[in-house]
Structure formats: C-alpha cells, structure tokens
C-alpha cells in the first residue's frame, strides 16, 4: 500500500518492493510490460481510482479554504469596519497581514511534507486550526484581534495548495498533472461564487439575531465542520492503492525514479532550489501575476461599484467565478492535451488584461463584463506551480522546496495588491487596474524567459543523446538515454 506522499509502505506478501529502485517489483511478472493493452488498461484503472479518492476531498479542501480566508472581503460590506473602528489603511493591512505568515511558512511546510509518512495527517490537522481560528475572527472586537487571528490563520494554511500540488505531483504524470491541479484550483473560484451567495444569505437575514451582528455570523456560521474534513481526508488516503504501477509511471515518465537519494536531504534539495535561477525566475513571475491579479480580495467591493444594493453586488459576484471555474478547467485539460504550458498561461493574462482595460473606456457606466474578463485571467495562473513541477522534476527534495519558495515568495504579490486598491480610488479604481495591467505584462515577458530556457535545456538534452548514441554501443546508449523533455 501507499500513503498520499507516494512513499511505500512495506508489503506482507512475500514479493517485497526493492526500495532501491523504487519501481520494480520482486515478481517481473507483477506489472505488464509498457505499451501493452493490459498495462493501458491498467494505467487507466489507476487514474480513474485517483481521480475518484485524491481529487474530491482536496476540490472540497480548498474551496473551504478560501471561503475562510476571503470571509473579510464580504463582511466589510456590512459595517465591520465601523464595528472594530479600523481605517481604509488598517482593512488592507488586516488583507495583507495573512501573508506575512502565510508566505515564509511554505517553503517548511512542503519540506516536512516530502518527509513524513502520513501527509493526510498533516494536512487535515491544518485545516481543523485553520477553521477554528476563522470562527475566532468573528468574535474580535477591534484591531488587534483581528490582526492575531489573520496571522495565526495564515500558518495552517501553508500547508495547503502548495502542498496539494506537491502531493499530486507524486501521483500523476507530467500531462496529467495540469488538468488535475485546475480542478484544485477551481475550488478557489467555486469559493468566491458560493462564498458570496452564502454571504448575501447570511448578510441579509441575520442582521441581530441573537443581539449579534451579520458579518460576525459570517465568520461563525460559515466555518466548515473541520474536524469531518480531517477524518475524511485520512480516510480515504489511507486507502489506497497498490503501489508499483504508480511508481512505474512516474519513473517511465521522467527517466529515473521518483525518489531521494541517500544524500538529498530535505535540506539539500532546499538548497538545490535556491541556486536553481529558473526557481527565481518563477517566484518573481509569481508575485507579478498575483499582484497583477489581486483584485479578488476586492471583488465584492468591485462590483458594488455597479451601484446595486449590497445583496445583489454579492450574487452578481457568483456568476464570474463559475464561468472562470469551467475556461481553468478547460484551458488546463487542452494544456494536457498539448503538452504546451507557456500559452495556456498566456490566454488568461491576455483576457484578464482586457477586463482591466474596459474600465477606462469613455462611457457613462460600466458593464459587469469586465467582472467576467477579470475572474477568467486566473485560469492562467492555476499553470504556475504545475509549470514548476515540470520544469524541476527531480529530485522530489528540491521539487518540493521549489513549489514552496514559488508559492511562498509569490504571495508577496497578494501582500502589495492589497494596498492597490485603496477606497479613495474608486469607484473607477483606474489607478489600481493600471498597476494590476502592468504587472501582468511584466510576468508574461518572464513566464517567456522561462520558456525560452526550457526550450534551451531540451536542444542540450538533444545534443547529449545524439552523442551518447554515436559514442558508445547501443545497449550502454539505451542506458544512458532519459528521454525525458521539458514542457514549455
């Protein structure tokens, strides 16, 4: 049996897994040969059983997750600024200050991960201190409050996203991976659209009941049962599947096994992800594109500037994150199809770039269009960490690491937006959506460089193969052939 960490767990039969070689199995007989019908078959069975037991518990994860996360975003609507006394300058601190634990606590979090026998464990007990701190933010009574509950919140949940990529990174191959990530990531844009039809419920019906205010009832009754989601979460990861066709599929895919050597600690493939300059690369692309992208912690805000009552401004905040929802899963899936990672990135910068254009044209009012246009750019930033599994795929050590730093260090583009779009900029918010355009330029120019250097790193691989296979006699040539390639 395995655990979610792609790790082994020791047979009780008597054909035992050679830890060495991570994939072959005391029995030949025990795996069908590649590119066999049988082994074709089986590879789907494999899938198709991950897909039913990894995927919906971390979709269902994720949406809870933002759904506590962004809860301050809807309760500022309904006079919890007024409430707790804070300033415009003290809400967008109170948006920023998550990510001062938030971002240095992944790279830590994605180590142990890669460590430990029972990452299910792990992860489910971060989302019950998660959900218990969310509840806290709804009894606060002034600043500080909801400062400590921001910055205790955002340490559990560290451990989520880059984790969960990290985790399906060691299940499924390269062009299976960006599909799968995207319906993760669906989960945060399924969040914004229920979020907000749970706020505009909540915020319209439960103003005083039981002398409490609307917005503290947001925070209250929408904490997820946390301690089920743990139980569930184990659950299902401790059944899985037997684990020598996962691992085969895994080493036929990048040429080598998908296992540390004795000598990759945890530490070393962090440093190994440091000196890596495609790992800076990525982590400044990030911040850009989520800078770039920040209006989400003011999408409600957003579209109040539609002028409609609090209540509708929350429901018409659904429909954009739906419709974004299905362009990520769809854009993803092509992606998968194609093998291609930098235009599929591209697209959602380009839509998005055209929602934040519509505001400036010459008109008298603004069409919700531009909602929709804005929500869909996300699509294109769900192919960031996968991008970045493909492109540092061994060892697990450093990819791990690399997904935290990338994760951790680009969130510091949330930190900056939440001071972009500051209330005496709006209700056009022109400023604020000229910084966003920018920046999103800005991280496509480097999302090129990537690109440019991959397709670099495949000519080398080229060259080194040609040579091997002319230098030496084609058994050692076929040994020292990878076959492995970089998606770009």
Same mark, same amino acid.
């Given at each position: ?13 008597? *054909? ?86 938030? +971002? ?25 201190? &998660? ?17 400590? +509950?921001?910055?205790?919140?955002? @340490? ?20 299976? @991976? ?39 009832? +947001? ?9 089920? @989601? ?83 401004? @929350? ?17 993803? &899936? ?19 770039? /055209? ?9 008298? /009012?603004?069409?919700? +269009? ?16 996968? &991008? ?15 997904? *935290? ?84």
């Amino acid at each position: 049996m395995i655990n979610i960490n792609g790790g082994y767990k020791r047979p009780k039969q008597k *054909g035992k897994v050679s830890l060495e070689e991570n994939v072959v199995p005391a029995d030949p007989d025990a795996l069908p040969l590649p590119g066999s019908q049988e082994r074709i078959i089986a590879e789907r069975k494999l899938v198709r059983k991950l897909d039913m037991r990894v995927l919906p518990t971390i979709f269902l994860i994720f949406i809870m997750n933002y759904i506590d996360r962004n809860g301050v975003t809807t309760a500022r609507l309904k006079g919890m600024e007024q409430d707790l006394g804070i300033t415009d300058i003290q809400y967008a601190t109170v948006i920023a200050i998550l990510f001062v634990s938030y +971002c240095p606590a992944q790279i830590p979090s994605n180590m142990i991960l890669n460590k430990i026998n029972r990452p299910s464990l792990y992860i489910g007990s971060c989302v019950v201190l &998660w959900g218990l701190t969310s509840a806290l933010t709804g009894i606060t009574k002034n600043f500080a409050g909801i400062i400590a +509950c921001r910055v205790f919140i955002g @340490l559990p949940e560290a451990a989520f996203y880059p984790g969960a990529i990290y985790v399906l990174s060691r299940w499924y191959t390269k062009k299976e @991976l960006a599909f799968r990530s995207a319906i993760l990531y669906a989960g945060l844009m399924i969040s914004n659209a229920f979020g907000a039809l749970m706020a505009a419920g909540i915020l319209s019906n439960m103003e005083g009941k039981r002398g409490i205010r609307a917005w503290r009832w +947001c925070h209250v009754s929408r904490n997820p049962n946390s301690l089920s @989601l743990l139980l569930i979460f184990d659950y299902f990861h401790r059944w899985l599947l037997p684990d020598y066709l996962a691992q085969a599929r895994l080493s036929e895919d990048a040429g080598e096994a998908d296992k540390d050597n004795v000598e990759d600690s945890q530490l070393e493939g962090l440093k190994m992800a440091v000196k890596d300059p495609k790992v800076l690369i990525f982590s400044v692309m990030t911040i850009s594109q989520l800078l770039g992208l920040s209006f989400v912690q003011f999408f409600p805000t957003l579209t109040q500037t539609l002028g409609f009552s609090t209540t509708v401004s @929350l429901l018409l905040a659904a429909p954009p994150w739906i419709l974004a929802s299905i362009v990520c899963c769809a854009n993803a &899936w092509h992606a998968d199809r194609t093998g291609e990672r930098f235009f599929h990135m591209l697209d959602g910068g380009g839509v998005s770039s /055209s929602g934040l254009l519509l505001p400036f044209r010459p008109c008298r /009012s603004r069409s919700i +269009c531009f909602l929709f246009l804005m929500a869909c750019g996300y699509c294109g930033f769900a192919m960031t960490l996968v &991008w970045v599994s493909n492109a540092i795929p061994r060892p697990p050590a450093k990819r791990a690491a690399a997904i *935290g730093i990338v994760n951790g260090c680009g969130n510091i583009g949330n930190v900056m937006g939440s001071y972009t779009w500051k209330s005496n900029w709006g209700p056009q918010y022109h400023q604020s959506m000229a910084i966003s355009l920018a920046a999103l330029v800005f991280s496509t120019f480097l999302s090129w460089v990537i690109r440019e250097m991959l397709v670099r790193e495949n000519k080398k691989l080229d060259a080194d193969e040609k040579a091997a296979m002319e230098g030496a006699n084609r058994k050692r040539a076929m040994e020292r052939r990878k076959g492995y390639r970089y998606l770009y």
